[in-house]
Nanobody, 117 residues
Framework: QVQLVESGGGLVQPGGSLRLSCAAS????????MGWYRQAPGKQRELVAA???????NYADSVKGRFTISRDYAKNTVYLEMHSLKPEDTAVYYC???????????WGQGTQVTVSS
């Protein structure tokens, strides 16, 4: 199974930028579809962006044009570049790995992103 560790969260002003990282270990990174999810207080966890094992991407409508997901196969890391951040982007952001072709999902511990002036 894969172990996932997120980093890069923090406090940022509206309009600012952050880059989240999710480092994977313990398994073959290229066999995993990866995704970033977020959960705000009192709300359900939602998909923010996903990238397949082959590099195809998709985004929630709320972040299209502002966020970019990417992966570095050499570093076993997936990134989420976030720009033009809004207060409504405030949430705990989680990294998820799905072993391709299976129902096995693995989650990181989450990293807090707070957008506030």
């Amino acid at each position: 199974q894969v172990q996932l560790v997120e980093s890069g969260g923090g406090l940022v002003q509206p309009g600012g930028s952050l880059r989240l990282s999710c480092a994977a270990s313990g398994s073959i990174f290229s066999q995993y579809n990866m995704g970033w999810y977020r959960q705000a207080p009192g709300k359900q966890r939602e998909l923010v962006a996903a990238i397949s094992s082959g590099g195809n991407t998709n985004y929630a409508d709320s972040v299209k044009g502002r966020f970019t997901i990417s992966r570095d196969y050499a570093k076993n890391t997936v990134y989420l570049e976030m720009h033009s951040l809004k207060p409504e982007d405030t949430a705990v952001y989680y990294c998820k790995g799905n072993l391709k072709g299976t129902k096995y999902d693995y989650w990181g511990q989450g990293t807090q992103v707070t957008v506030s002036s």
